[in-house]
Structures are given as C-alpha cells and as structure tokens.
C-alpha cells in the first residue's frame, strides 16, 4: 500500500461527529459517557506498525461507541513505551504526562457536561493510568479504566485464542488477530513465523524488552486471524455493559438503558 493510502486509514481514528451529534447523543441519556482509547507508538516487530497499541485501543473503543450511547474521543497516540526504547521508532512521555493529559481531559469533559470517562487502554506499560482512575474515583468522579485483565480473559475464551495472556505479552496472537481483523492492509509479512516464548519476564521494568527478545516479539502471531479478532472485539463490547450501568446509575439505583 502506498503511503498515502495509508496515512488516509490513520485519520479514519479520528471521530466525525459534529457539536449537534454529541447535542442528540447526550440528550437521550441521564450520564454522558466519553470513551477516550489511550496506545502507545512503539516497536511491535518487524510486522505490526508502530501505532499497533493505539490501533487496538481505537478498534476496541469503535466497538463499544457502535453499541452504546456513548462520546467517542480521539486517541492518545503516545504513552509510557520506555521498556521498547532499544528499538528505532518507539517515542515515550511521562507517566507524570500521561496523568496529567488524562486528567485534563476529563475535566474538560466535565465542565461540557459529560460526566464520566472511560480510558480504553492498549498499552500494557501505561500503568500510571490506574492510577489516574483510583484518584478520580476517591475524589468521587466517575471514571473507569476498561479492559480489565477478566475482560482481555474472557475475550481470549470467547475468540478461542490458545496463548495464554501471560505468553501474549506483545505482537502476539492477540493484538496480530485484532489487526489482521480491523486494519489488515498495515500488516506486514513475516508474523506467520515470529513466534517467539519468555513467559518468564520478572526483570523487564529493570533491563527492558532486549533483554528477553531480539526480535521485539513476545507470543504467538502466528496463530492470530481476522475471526478470532472479530470475536475478541465483540467481547469486548459484551463487557462493557457493566462498565456503563455502574458509570450511568443513578443514586435511586436506574440506569441508562445501554446498548443502541
């Protein structure tokens, strides 16, 4: 694919609504709710772009915004990538950055009228965003962290994914189904034989994903496809819906009526 074709699929994660449809959108639900997919720009081996994390984010996020009621933010494309920082192309911020984006964010939102966010993570390394959510949570505004490690459980179940959670831990089965199901074109070849296993990673935050791979890959891509990536995502939408009645109940126990 040329350049161009695929810069023009990368504006395609941004939103098109206009100031009316969140107008019309807010007007049929008690809470607003903005679903803001955070990834990373970080190396997922010689054949998952860059922007792989953010990509998955922006996917699981499209899924839900199809199902519910809900505001779809633009994503935020860089996070705490620093354990990949050994291979050309990764950029990091902060984890003080990141906070602070988040937290900006939201309470932007907040002074709009929307009262609840649900930062949709892609990124493994983007701890801080708990952080983020039990602080928001302690200061009684209503913010979730999505998916949890039961939702990425459940949605390997569902879609029938053999590797373990533990052995996926990057440019595996997983995150090569999700892409080779919503974006296939920015896949390049070689994942059919990349398979590469280091379930024991205990030093990473110390000495780095070099340390237990050469390639960049940890997992399994070559048991990923389109199907198992449709079905991980429709799981994904599946398990939001207990996100979103706790994020919309109100204090007589009612909630929004959910999915569209």
Known sequence: MS?????????????????????????????????????SFEQHGPYLPLATDTLVACAIAREIAATYPVH?????????????ADWPGTVSISSVTLHAVVQDIAASLRRSGVEALVVVN????????????????????????FPAPEDWEAARERAGVVTSLLTDMHAGEIETS???????????????????????RRHLLTVGMSAY????VIGRPSLGSAEKGKEL????ADSFNSYFSLLTSAADGTTDTGRA
């Open 3 to 39: 350049g161009s074709g695929i810069r023009s699929e990368a504006y395609g994660l941004v939103p098109a609504d206009t100031t009316e449809d969140v107008r019309t959108r807010g007007a049929v639900v008690s809470t607003q709710v903005a679903i803001l997919p955070v990834g």
């Open 72 to 84: 779809l933010l633009p994503p935020v494309t860089i996070g705490c990538s620093h354990e990949h």
């Open 122 to 145: 892609g990124h493994g390394g983007n701890y801080v965003l708990g952080n983020v959510v039990q602080e928001a949570s302690a200061r009684g505004e209503r913010m979730a962290l």
């Open 178 to 200: 999700i892409l080779l199901h919503a974006h296939p074109e920015l896949i390049r070849p070689g994942y059919e034989s990349a398979d590469f296993v280091a379930d024991d």
């Open 213 to 216: 791979t050469d390639s960049g």
């Open 233 to 236: 995502l429709a799981s994904f």
